[in-house]
């Protein structure tokens, strides 16, 4: 257990619709990344939030959003969802770097998306 | 921008046996971390082990190291006695050193996929 909560894990929708993903950081990690994993491919960054402020931008379409509440909770929103959106999303979360700590991204399980 | 190429797409291995993944970067940044993360059938992301750049000392975790080359910009994962529950697709990746307050994000190969067979 990575400590990073994501919900739902499984959510099937129609294209069109719209769908939020939710996550839970680990204690103490300020850092949250979404990234998209569709089928047999690799991890494809979407977006960074540090401490409730968008850090980086990946290749995240327009139709997506995402945000980062006080409580260092992140949401990341997809709308007029299309097939080619089917995807795992994950979200990943790191601790701030320290003499101990390299900041490593630690990954919740994902919420597996499918846009019929 | 950094790239990471991780070049055979797949790999098998005979149980006990030993393989290596290999995986070559691209960057003008001289400190940075690297990683090889495991993705089983569960989809989970696991970290297997990482490097710091300025460390020439290859990083080693039970039955898992490392051939880190900075100058070859080459990091290759080498796992020993493979188990069947190795058995997963596996994924370099590489972060530059920044603030923690820095926009930064970790950049992964395609990944290789890896069978132990018994």
């Known amino acids: 257990d990575s400590g990073v909560t994501q919900t739902p894990k499984h959510l099937i929708t129609a294209t069109g619709q719209r769908v939020t993903l939710r996550c839970s950081p680990r204690?103490?990690?300020?850092?949250v990344y979404w990234y998209q994993q569709s089928l047999d491919q690799g991890l494809q960054f979407l977006i960074q939030y540090y401490n409730g402020e968008e850090r980086a931008k990946g290749n995240i379409l327009e139709r997506f959003s995402a945000q980062q509440f006080p409580d260092l909770h992140s949401e990341l929103n997809l709308s007029s969802l299309e097939l080619g959106d089917s995807a795992l999303y994950f979200c990943?979360?790191?601790?701030?770097?320290?003499?101990?700590?390299?900041?490593?991204?630690?990954f919740g399980e994902g919420s597996r998306l499918t846009v019929l | 921008a950094q790239t990471v190429t991780q070049s055979q797409p797949e790999m098998s291995v005979q149980e006990a046996e030993t393989v290596t993944l290999s995986c070559t970067y691209d960057t003008s940044e001289n400190n940075y971390y690297l990683f090889w993360y495991k993705q089983p059938p569960s989809r989970q992301m696991i970290l297997v082990i990482r490097?710091?750049?300025?460390?020439?000392q290859n990083a080693t975790e039970n039955r898992f190291s490392v051939n880190f080359q900075k100058a070859a910009k080459s990091f290759s994962l080498k796992i020993s006695d493979s188990q069947l529950g190795d058995t997963a697709m596996y994924f370099c990746?590489?972060?530059?050193?920044?603030?923690?307050?820095?926009?930064?994000?970790?950049?992964f190969g395609g990944g290789t996929r890896l069978m132990v067979k018994p």
């Open positions: 990943a979360s790191r601790y701030p770097l320290s003499f101990a700590n390299t900041g490593e991204l630690f």
């Open positions: 990746a590489f972060m530059k050193h920044a603030g923690d307050n820095a926009g930064n994000m970790l950049t």
């Open positions: 490097q710091e750049a300025y460390k020439q």
């Open positions: 204690s103490g990690d300020l850092s």
